[in-house]
Structure formats: C-alpha cells, structure tokens
C-alpha cells in the first residue's frame, strides 16, 4: 500500500519542462516561479502538479492585482469620464431631469390641488365648508409629507415607491 501511495506521488511530479507546458510558460519561469515561492519543490527539477497549478494562478492573480493598484488614478479617471458621458446621454435621451425640475413640477401639482378645493369650498355651506377645509388641509399635508420624502429619497439615489404604503395618521 505504501508503495502505491509513493508510485502517485511520483508519478504527479513534473519536469520544469512539463510543468512550462502545463501553463503556457517557459521552463525558465516555473525555476523563478519557484524561486519566488509560488511553487514547490520536490527535488531538483521536480515540481509537484498541484503546486505548479496553484502557484501559477496566484502569480497571475498577484500580477493583475499590482497591475490594477499601479492603474488606479488612471482607471479612476476614465471611470470619471465614462459616467459623465453616460449621465449626459440619459438627460439628453429624457431619462434623467434635475431635482429642481421636479420638485417645481410637485409644487405646481400642489398648489393647483389647493386652488381647486378652494373653489369647491367656497359655494358650500359654512359648517360643511370648515370640516371639508380641515379634511382637505390634512390631505395636503399628508401629501406634502410624502412628496417631501420622495424628493429626499431621489436625492440620495433611493427608490421612493420601495415603500409604497400611504402616509395615513
């Protein structure tokens, strides 16, 4: 049994030649890739196969990480500049407006709301017209409570209809 064990582990060691063609590279590299201790040794000129693998693919995931680290403010910039040419877009193509827009929009909706009640309001009898006004007035601020938290929730990039439970006292 104990030789079968040996024979396995034999037979998963390979040459700096093989190990060079396993992963695309020369035999050179898989001599520094041990040297640099991504990858064992296991006697002269062997290399287990686990290791070869493993350690390869950690050198590459270290080289990409340093790659992306020296790339940073350049990355952050073109980053930088894609967004802006993607929000210009949007508000060129209607699907972006500014805050200010719509909250003038919200404001104009309102106010024609309070304009018309008041209108119905004023050919009703005095006792009906103050019970209409006090219920219409906690509507309107109702309204305005919940526009209010809308326009904060657009503000902050949050999605305002995620609570779409009315704002009832």
Request: hydrophobic share 45%; charged share 30%.
């Amino acid at each position: 049994m104990q030789r079968n064990k040996s024979d396995a582990a034999e037979r998963s060691l390979l040459t700096a030649e093989v190990a060079a063609r396993l992963v695309g590279v020369s035999p050179r590299m898989i001599r520094k890739l041990a040297d640099s201790g991504h990858i064992q040794r296991a006697g002269r000129g062997k290399y287990p196969f686990v290791s070869v693998t493993q350690g390869y693919i950690r050198y590459l995931e270290e080289r990409r990480a340093a790659a992306v680290a020296r790339a940073g403010p350049e990355n952050a910039l073109a980053a930088a500049k894609a967004r802006e040419v993607e929000l210009r877009t949007a508000r060129d193509e209607g699907r972006l407006v500014d805050m200010e827009d719509v909250e003038a929009v919200v404001a104009r909706i309102r106010k024609t709301i309070a304009s018309e009640f008041a209108g119905i309001f004023a050919n009703l009898p005095l006792d009906i017209r103050v019970r209409a006004e006090a219920g219409v007035a906690g509507a309107l601020s109702r309204l305005d409570r919940g526009t209010s938290r809308a326009i904060a929730d657009l503000k902050a990039g949050r999605d305002p209809l995620a609570d779409a439970s009315p704002d009832i006292d």
